[in-house]
């Protein structure tokens, strides 16, 4: 009896994992069919090359003190032209595409400081 619910049970989950994951395993097998794996690695490599660096520097963080430095951006964002300059400088440890909304609002700035500052950054994501 035991057996006969173990076995329901662990059918009961693969039918869920393939339901709720499917884009992902499909995915997952279109890519195989599409390259063969040095292809794969090729192409994997050469857009990894371009902004290595600046993606990997948010990786060093944890969450919390991700979410920590982002509150810290927002509250400095409001106040003086010196205050946004250190919520850039912020936004530039973090190196994280959620503070993309902050660097949009340093474009439309009047300080000039400010927005290239904005525009430099936001140009490290394209």
């Not at 997952?28 to 050469?46: D, G, Q, R, V």
């Amino acid at each position: 009896m035991l057996n006969f619910f173990s076995i329901v049970l662990i059918i009961l989950i693969i039918f869920f994992i393939v339901i709720f994951k499917r884009k992902y395993i499909f995915n997952a097998f279109n890519k195989k069919k599409l390259y063969p794996m040095k292809e794969m690695h090729n192409i994997m490599t050469s857009s990894e090359k371009k902004y290595n660096h600046y993606q990997n520097s948010s990786n060093k963080y944890s969450e919390i003190y991700k979410r920590k430095l982002r509150a810290d951006m927002n509250n400095l964002f409001n106040g003086s032209a010196e205050d946004k300059l250190k919520a850039l400088n912020l936004a530039e440890e973090l190196a994280d595409k959620s503070t993309l909304p902050i660097l949009r609002k340093g474009l439309k700035e009047m300080n000039l400081q400010i927005v290239e500052r904005s525009a430099d950054l936001i140009r490290k994501f394209k």
